[in-house]
């Protein structure tokens, strides 16, 4: 009595396992569903990385990844320095105050004219 039990059961769990589909014919958004569910299982986390996904509340995000170099770095640190660098160039030409206070008294620097100075200007 036993032994078709078993056989049966056995059997059941065989045919459903065969079922399955694999995880390459479900949608991103089916990957990602499961990933609202915690324990997040290590085969469907590693689809998810394999197709780059990125998942957010069940929705599939696909991720670009774009090369990084040396010259966009140096591109992007040349554009975030460059407005600093032509205000203080003007600053040490002294054709911009070096420092204002509240009340509105400015220092100017021009090392580079005939006469070379420092000029204090307080309004009254």
Known sequence: MKKPILLL??????????????????????????MNNPPHL????AEINARGL?????????TVKTPITKDLILASKLKRWEGKLKR??????GKEPIYITNSGTTIKVNP???EQSVILNKPF
């Open 9 to 34: 059961l056995l059997s059941i769990g065989l045919t459903c396992v065969s079922y399955a589909s694999h995880l390459n014919k479900w949608t991103d958004d089916q990957l990602c569903g499961w």
């Open 42 to 45: 290590t085969h469907i986390v």
């Open 54 to 62: 990125y998942c957010d509340g069940g929705v599939a995000i696909k």
């Open 88 to 93: 203080w160039n003007k600053m040490a030409r």
């Open 112 to 114: 580079f004219a005939d």
